[in-house]
């Protein structure tokens, strides 16, 4: 059973960069989907990106071209560096896992979960 840590979240001007991490034990990220999600208040939690079953990257069209997801295997860490982020992209940030998601949109289709970090984007 993995376990998830998110860190690296913050609050930074529009324009502005952040990277986050999920730091996982217990398993191996390599044997999962892992996804980002993220949820404002008041909104549905949306997906962000993820690595599928074959290890491909794949990104929500809104942040496709700003924000990169990349995995460290010898850390069995997942990266979320996020790029010329906007006040839109402000929420919790969730780490997600599960041996296989799909579609991977979906939060309903992780079963495992961090705890959160805050991204806090101003204008």
């Known amino acids: 059973q993995v376990q998830l840590v998110e860190s690296g979240g913050g609050s930074v001007q529009a324009g502005g960069s952040l990277r986050l991490s999920c730091a996982a034990s217990?398993?191996?990220?390599?044997?999962?989907?892992m996804g980002w999600f993220r949820q404002s208040p008041g909104q549905e939690r949306e997906a962000v990106a993820a690595?599928?079953?074959?290890?491909?990257?794949i990104y929500v069209p809104s942040v496709k071209g700003r924000f990169t997801i990349s995995r460290d295997n010898a850390k069995n860490t997942v990266y979320l560096q996020m790029n010329n982020l906007k006040p839109e992209d402000t929420g919790i940030y969730y780490c997600?896992?599960?041996?296989?998601?799909?579609?991977?949109?979906?939060?309903?289709?992780?079963?495992?979960w961090g705890q959160g970090t805050q991204v806090t984007v101003s204008s």
């Open positions: 217990g398993d191996t990220v390599s044997n999962y989907y």
């Open positions: 690595f599928d079953g074959a290890g491909d990257a």
């Open positions: 997600a896992a599960d041996h296989v998601a799909s579609p991977w949109t979906h939060w309903a289709n992780y079963k495992h």
